[in-house]
């Protein structure tokens, strides 16, 4: 709509300096709300030479289905002080449409109630007289900010594609290079031994060969070996025949049976009963086995993947495992680091399971304070990375605020805190997002590499561009 072509008093027309061209990479829908058709005029013409396409809309009118319909980015609102006070369409705005900017033009206000209209959503304020060199530098910010958006949104993608895989995360070169060897190994039908303390990850190792198969649609058998009484070992992986024992009324599958062209995960292999090992070494050799209780062999097909907190070198030595049975598991043996020795990952790690918690419980927790930042980076982690998941769930489950301090954490963790002096309180420079601890890291890298930064952008597994970028974001020289 465009009614006449007088200047609206509350704008001051633009100068040889103020009619300068804005230049935006994409052309965006911008929506000008006011009762003033001439105030709507002065902003199109100006706006119009600057890659906008200006829409008008009366305040009576449904915003809302003009936000929607129009596909606007950015609103322009000029508003009363009573409206602003009530902040009825500030509201409606961000209800319509979250991602939506809007710039409020306005006389002028104390800085309190301009604080509140940023608090509710807005992202500009503008005193009249209206001067489009504030309109210009207000747009100029909202698009820096929407660019660093959507720069934050495609690092996001590329953060996932990279550090993301079949439910582990992580940055560390040693954990890429698992990602890797996991990814070229799947399609073989070989046995894999997986170790590690325990907390690292050993189950999903095995979920993502599995999955990564050709036999990713037959069974994935999962038995943790500890929980097994010795003398129902055999009945549970090879099943029995009806009257193999008292109680055994009917003929029963084992595992091993019900994973047949499919994968049988044996956690905690070391664990397996001396007696048992000898059995379980024909299934690998020979494909065969017999239900408890019966004289007629079975063959199966599976691949077998074992894991182990245990060092089974040292448990041959001491003749409690088989060394036979141990190098017919070992065809390929993946080790899995500690989260001390890859603690770049805590940050990456911290972040994924926030996200995931403050989905589960219906939370909004932006991040975790410096204070426990130090904590979770020197603190040892003996239960790895399933103890920060747990952590973390204590953590968002109890924290009140927007962000984790040391009080939200289990009380072994608090007790792991420095002791604070009685001067010492809670600033708000305390709390800063999780990208204070990547940013941390670097500067950790870069002392290490002695500032190479070819060999520190290796090591954080990001390209020299990106932390060319992270280092002037974080301004460290």
Known sequence: ???????????????????????????????????????????????????????????????????????????IMDLTQKEIRDHKLLKLIKNSDPLVEVVIIGDPIDSEKIIESIRLGA????????????IKSALKRINEKRALRQETLLLEKELNAKYFFHGMVAKNLYMLEIFSIIERIAKYFTSILITGETGTGKEMVARAVHYLSPHSEKKLVICHCSTIPETLFESELFGYVRGAF???????????????????????MGDVPLPMQPKLLRVLEDHQFRRLGSNENISVDVRIIAATNQDLRKNIKNRTFREDLFHRLNTVEINLPSLRERTEDISLLSRYFLNNFNNKFNKEIQGISQRVQKIFLNYKWSGNV????????????????????????????????????????????????????????????????????????????ISRYTLYRKLKNYSIT
Not at 3 to 31: R, S, V
Not at 123 to 134: C, D, H, Q, R, V
């Open 1 to 75: 709509m465009a009614e006449g072509k007088n200047e609206d008093k509350d704008a001051h027309p633009a100068g040889p300096a103020e009619k300068e061209i804005l230049i935006f990479q994409n052309e965006m829908n911008l929506l000008t709300i006011t009762d003033k058709p001439n105030f709507y005029n002065t902003l199109q013409d100006f706006l119009s030479k600057n890659q906008y396409e200006v829409f008008f809309c009366r305040k009576q009118e449904d915003i809302g289905a003009h936000i929607r319909d129009k596909d606007i980015k950015i609103v």
């Open 123 to 134: 992202s500009e304020y503008i005193e009249k007289p209206l001067k489009f060199n504030n």
């Open 246 to 268: 008292t109680g055994a009324e009917k003929t029963k599958k084992g595992l091993f049976e019900e994973a047949h062209e499919g994968t049988v995960f044996l956690d905690e």
């Open 386 to 461: 399933r103890e920060l998941e747990n952590v973390l769930e204590h953590s968002v489950m109890l924290c009140p605020k927007k962000f984790i301090d040391i009080n939200d954490l289990p009380k072994n963790l608090q007790e792991y805190a420095p002791l604070k002096k009685k001067s010492d309180s809670i600033e708000i420079e305390d709390l800063s997002r999780l990208d204070q601890m990547e940013k941390q890291h670097i500067i950790k890298v870069l002392e290490r590499t002695n500032k190479n930064i070819k060999q520190a952008a290796q090591i954080l597994g």
